[in-house]
Structure formats: C-alpha cells, structure tokens
C-alpha cells in the first residue's frame, strides 16, 4: 500500500508539465515572502482572505483561456462576455427578475458565444485569434446595448432588494466556512474542469488536438465538437465571472471584464501553459492566478503606484516564460552533450 | 467475428475497389484505379510519387471521400467512409510523415479516440497495461508512459505500429516503413509483418526501396499519373519490368555515374567536434568528386553538416576553403563562403511550404535580387525562378503555387534549386532522394553528376548503400559520430561499408 502511494506520487511529480507547475508554486512562495518581509500585513488573516477572494476572478479567467491555449487555440471574447454576463444579469435583476432567472440567462448567452466561437474556429477553420476578436466585439457591443449603453442601476434595490442582496452575498460578500463563497465557486468549478481535463476523454482530446490536430482527427477524434467545448468551457467561466463582478459592485458595468482575456492567457503562461498547444497543467493556471494576484495585492500594501504596478507584472509574465524557454533549451543542449 | 472469418479463409478478397475516381481542384489525381487485396498477404502498392497511391490508401482509410467508383470492405460496400468506420471495418494505415502527437504519451497515443473510460473516467492504467503488452508482443523496448516526442523517429514508427495492431486491425497500410529504420529495425518490422501475415491479415505496403520489396511482398499493385497499370505476382516479374511499369519509360541506368578527374582541393574539414555525435572529424572535398558519407542512422552524418554549415554550435575544429581558414558561426557565413546545404527534413528545414515555389526559390538569394534600396527586382527573380525551373525541370504548373503542393521529389529539387543561383563552391545534401521515386531520383542523381563536372565538391549523405556506392566516387562511413572508414566506392562492396558502419558499436559494446 505504501509502496503504491509511493509509486503515485513520483507519478505524479513525474507528469509532463509538473516542472513548470512547481517553478510557480515556487514563484508564488517567494513572491509572498518577499511582500510580507516589507510589509507584515501581508500575512494577516483579513489580507489572506481577501487575496482568496480576488484571485477567484483571475483563476476563472485563466481556466477558460487555459483551455483554449492547450488546444492551440485562444479565445479574445472572454473579457467582452464577462461584460455581458454582468449587464444581462444586472438588468434582469434590476427589473425585478428573480436573480436564479437572470444568472441562466446570462449562462445561456455566454454559451451561445461560446458555440459560435467553437464552430468558426473548429469548423470554418478561421483563425482563432480573428474568430474571437469578432465575438470580442459583438459581445461587448451586446454588453451596452443590454441598458441601452448605460450602467444599471443598483440591484439590491426596491422590489428586488432581498433576492439582490441574496445574490451578492452568494458571489461575493458571504462566507461559508470562514472562507468567502467567491473561492469556493472558483474553486469547484477548478476542480471540476480539471477532472474533466485530466481524468476524461474529453480532456484526452483537448490535449490531442494541441499538439497534432492531424493526428488527433485520423484517430477519429471529433475536432469540430472538441474544440466546441473548450469554447464552451471559457463561455462558462467567464460567465461565472461576470456575475462575481456584478455581485461585487452591486450594479452592471458595461466595462466589466475588460481586458480580463489576456489576465487569463497570463495566468496560464505563467503556469507553464504553451500557448502553441498541447502542454500544460491546469495546477499551473492555479500558481500562476495566484501569483498574479499575490503581485497586484502586494505592490497596492507596499503602497506601489499602477503604473509601477503593470510594469512588475508585465516584467513576471515574460520572465517567466523566459525562464521556461531557458530551462528547456538548457535540458536540451545537455540531452545531445550526455 | 470478422476474425473468425479471416481465419477460415486464406486468401479470399478483402479489399475490393473498382473504377475510383478522385479529383482534387485542377487535378484527377485517381482514374478509375482497380485494387484487390486479400487476407494473409503483402500487397506492394507502386508508383512514382504523385502516381496516387497515398490518394487511393487515403480513400481506403476514409481520409479522403472517393467521387466516384465502388468500394468494398470485407464484402460491405462502403460510399461515403469516415476515418472512424474504416478504423472499425479493421482498416489502420501508417502514415509517411509520422502523425502522432508529440506531447503525448505513448499510451495516450495508442489509445487516442477510442480511450477506454469507466463512465466518465479514463482507465489509465488499465490502458498501460495493455499498451505495455502489445509492445511486449512486438519486443520493442518502449515505456508506454514515455512522451512520444522524446522518443527517436524510428521508435516512434514503433510506437504508430503498436497503435495500428492494439486496434485489431485486419488491413494494414504502411506508406513507406522503413525509410527512417535501420536494417536491424527493418528486420525487426518484417518478422512482425510475416507474423501479422500468418494471422490472416491483409498488408498494404508501399515502398521505393525496391530492394527490400523481395524479402516480404507476395504481389504487386503498379499505377502511374493517377491510373492502374498492372497487378500480378511479385516473383513473376522482375525488377526492370517493375521500374518501366513505374516510370513509363526504360529507366537506362538506376545510378548514373559521370568520371571526371579529380582536381585540386576545395575543401578540408580538422578535427571538428560538436555535441555528442561529431567527434574529430577530419576529410577533405576535392574538385570534380562526389563523396558519399555512409552510416546507419544516428551516426551523426546529418549533425557533421549541421555543425559544417552552423546551424548547431561547433566545440572546436576548424574548416578550409580553398586552403584559407574560415569562421562558420552561423548558416549565412556558410552561404557567403558559398557552402550550401539541403537538408534531411524537407518540410522543416528545407522549405517553407506555406509559401510559393518563386518564393522559396528566391528566399537565400534575395541579396542577389534587391537593387541599393532593399527593393526586390522582380525581373531578376522572374529570370531565376525560370532557370530553376528549366535546369532542375521542376514539374509544376506555375512558380506561383505552394511548394507544400508538389510531389516529394519536385520538393527536392526547389531544395537544392534555391541554392543554385549562388555560385556555391561546396553542396552538402543530405539524404535527397528520401521518400522520393525512382525517376526522380535519377534527375537528383544526374544533377549532382552535373555539380561535379561544374568543379563544385559535392558532399552526399545517404543511408541508402547501393544509392552511396553507385553515385559517389569517393565514401567517407560514419559510425556513432566518428568517421570509422574511407573507401573508393568502385573497389568496395556494401559488407566493407557495412562493416565499418558498425565497428565502434561492437567495441563498445565489447568493453
């Protein structure tokens, strides 16, 4: 028995992939430190907390856009349904609607998206980054038009006040366990896609067609269906995303999400995702949200400008991939010397 | 219960495929192409490249839909295959360029699109295991749970094996097997070709190496442009009539040799090391001389010219041209000292394939092309593009299509084409006749000869021995990356080479 833990877990440090997943846990351990040793706060229970609850946003992200990346592909729309998750929801809500009402609507939304996107990439074989940056636009555009290119009002307001504060505590201001709700819903649904990534044929596949769409579709792999799904898969997390972001502030906002596609395509790059397919683990996209966040919350408590801020974390994401490059190329060159 | 039926029946039909008809956009690539295979046979499927063959095992595996003509599998008439439905009709094929994806295992690979899962999840390890037995029944030496990207070329061809027998397949297409085996690895291949045989199941094998057609094909399928020519008993004919159904035409000589007499020296190579398979190499190229570099593979040929022309770095050694020595740190050192190379892997290194045959063709030499401002001069590049053409006699509608769209052997040729124009002193071409066909062949053959006449020292790398012994003057054999034996190829003998292809292994293996 002993023997076979053993056994599973050198498996396990033996995966394709685990080293770049270890260097970012190893990244986000130092990061940490680094932060607290300037300034104690950072290690306060009420600052831990609170890094829990905002890296949900950017482990959701980076779980959709990390999906994509493994199949070769990458969705630019991510950003834009966030905004369209939030101001669909939020104008349901503010119109009185039952807020269970409005969360389906706006998952069914996203999801058509999500279809489009996956039947023009994976059936007409546009190229991704055009397919998306079309739907990029359409959903953004949807996002204004929903209220009639104007914020929402607030949701907890009037008739709808109780269901709206319901539904801000359950995205966002509640706490189950001590911990607050937003890293649980982040957290199953990481749990759930990365079983579904890694223990089903579906992820098989996903894998499969990132690194040889060829091969995959002469092993009767479904490429159109596959592809569709990882679609589907950033469709549902930035969904997710959308509402956390209307629960937090309590309203729509037709900007919501902006930009959110690259934090993700960063999350995952700093996890060890190639984003030329075929390699990566979703642990990765974890340590990489994580050190994302740990970076952006510890420069705003050491009291660092935005602009300084952006820089540090612009500086992280080439680094990293930098270090990964470096660290494979140097495996290499001592392959063919040995 | 296919199986059942293969096993009472020897020899009885089936693959039945009459009158296909097959056109691509511009082209009728298959008319009313004939092939019948039966059980418990090794069927050759011939032809030049672009004859139609891969077309036809494409229809055969469902890739490809036919537009015409009738296709029976194991007596069921098929009409619109998928890729899903020939791999449970029993048909597997494997391929020329090997499709497997690199970032998976080995395991995952054999198992992709028909993984075994327990509900929703997969059963990994019970896909080990038996992935773990096939390869066992196959003795090769392969960790199911390696990444196939780690693993050499030939084992990974192993690997594409392994897959198409865990499926049980019952028609087994090989397009071209053994063009990347050594000869202990070809062994390897046939004794499991003759046990699949036994078993009653049908194989289709293409192959130009002719030679090696002897020791396991029973008949033969020949086409030529997209149509069926013959089909009989392999041992019925012989080998001229096999190449003249080919080719359409008497190929006179298969390895024509031009003497010239040797000049002075051009070329000179100390003491060159580089990694791990390039260690004091030490030779010379002279004028109006072909020298041929045997070995098997992995003896580090392809690495000597990486490491000659710069591509990989050098760890000491130096090089001469024309007696002075010269520093080669990168390719375009090599190109403007006028040593050029083409290369093994046509589609990786040789050619851009997305882009255009003109393009390709000027891509080395667009310093030749452009006028003081950077500005390409198209009249230069029409005129070069023509000579190419005219010179290599590149079969090709229009220099303005992709080179991915030729044949293999017209790839070859925009290879070696594109470094023409240059006034090159040294050509360094290895393995240019892979995968191509024979007619083809004797055109790269002749061009090479037409190199030597012009006094350009002509370096070819092959590992195919009557191809290196027919056409060089002089072999040069390398063996696990040092140069073990020189020879002239005209008082030697494929053993001789053969020996020394495979000295140092045996003293290490001694010590």
Known sequence: MKENKQGTFKRLLGTRGMGAVITAFAGLIIIYVAFGIIDRNVFSGQNVMNLLRSMSKYLLIGVGQSYLLITGNIDLSIGSMVGMSAMISATLMTMGIHPMIAIVVALICCLCCGVINGILVGKFKLPPFIATLGTMFVSRGAAYMVNNNRNTDAIATGIGKEAGDRFQNFFYYGKTLGIFNTFWIALILFLVFFFLLSKTRTGRHIYAIGSNVDAAKLSGVNVVNTTIKAYLVSAVCACVVGLILCAQAGMGNMEAGNMYEMYGVAAGVIGGISPLGGTGLLLGTFAGAAVWQTLENGLNMIGAQVGIQRLVIGIIVVFSVLLDVVVRSGNFRKKANS | ?511
């Open chain 2, 1 to 511: 219960m296919q199986k059942k039926k293969v096993g009472k029946q020897m020899g009885e039909v089936i693959v039945s495929m009459k009158n296909i008809v097959k056109t691509f956009p511009g082209v009728k690539a298959l008319d009313n192409v004939n092939f019948e295979l039966r059980s418990g046979e090794v069927m050759a499927l011939l032809g030049e490249n672009g004859a139609g063959k891969s077309t036809l095992m494409k229809i055969l595996s469902g890739v490809y839909t036919k537009d015409g003509g009738s296709m029976k599998i194991f007596g069921k008439e098929y009409d619109n295959l998928t890729p899903k439905q020939a791999q449970a009709a029993g048909v597997a094929i494997i391929h020329q360029e090997l499709n497997m994806c690199r970032h998976l295992s080995v395991t995952e690979n054999m198992f992709l699109g028909r993984e075994k899962v327990n509900g929703m999840i997969l059963k990994n390890s019970e896909m080990e295991a038996e992935a773990a037995d096939i390869l066992g029944q196959l003795k090769i030496d392969i960790d199911p749970r390696q990444t196939v990207g780690d693993l050499p070329v030939s084992k990974q061809q192993m690997v594409e094996i392994a897959k198409a027998l865990s499926i049980h397949a019952k028609i087994l297409i090989m397009d071209e097997p053994t063009s990347s085996l050594t000869a202990k690895e070809i062994d390897e291949l046939f004794r499991i070709i003759r046990k699949l045989k036994a078993d009653g199941c049908g194989i289709v094998y293409i192959s130009h190496r002719l030679e090696e057609l002897q020791a396991i094909v029973d008949r033969v399928t020949i086409m030529r442009d997209g149509q069926y020519i013959t089909d009989g008993e392999f041992h019925s004919m012989t080998m001229d009539q096999i190449i003249a159904n080919m080719v359409g035409r008497e190929i006179k000589e298969q390895f024509p040799r031009v003497s010239c007499t040797k000049g002075k020296k051009i070329f000179e190579v100390r003491n060159l090391n580089a990694g791990k398979l390039v260690r004091d190499i030490n030779f010379s190229l002279y004028e109006g001389e072909i020298v041929g570099f045997a070995g098997l593979m992995g003896a580090g040929r392809t690495e000597t010219t990486r490491a000659i022309f710069g591509v990989d770095p050098k760890s000491n050694g130096q090089i001469f041209l024309d007696d002075k020595e010269i520093s080669i740190q990168c390719p375009m050192d090599a190109i403007r000292a006028g040593i050029v190379l083409a290369p093994e892997d046509r589609k990786k290194d040789g050619l851009c394939t997305k882009l255009s045959i003109r393009h390709n063709l000027a891509l080395p030499n667009l310093d030749l092309l452009c006028n003081a401002m950077g500005v390409i001069r198209g009249s230069k590049e029409d005129q070069l593009c023509e000579e190419a053409v005219r010179n290599l006699l590149i079969k090709t509608p229009s220099v303005e299509i992709n080179a991915a769209n030729l044949s293999g052997g017209n790839q070859q040729k925009v290879v070696v084409g594109k470094w023409l124009a240059r006034n090159s002193r040294v050509v360094i071409f290895d393995e240019p006749t892979r995968g191509i066909d024979v007619g083809a062949k004797v055109e790269i053959y002749n061009l090479m000869n037409k190199l030597k006449q012009e006094g350009i020292a002509v370096m070819f790398v092959s590992s195919e021995m009557p191809e290196v012994l027919g056409i060089a003057d002089r072999v040069i054999v390398m063996c696990d990356g040092r140069i073990t034996g020189e020879v002239m190829a005209r008082d030697t003998t494929q053993n001789e080479v053969l020996k020394y292809a495979t000295e140092f292994e045996k003293k290490q293996q001694a010590s």
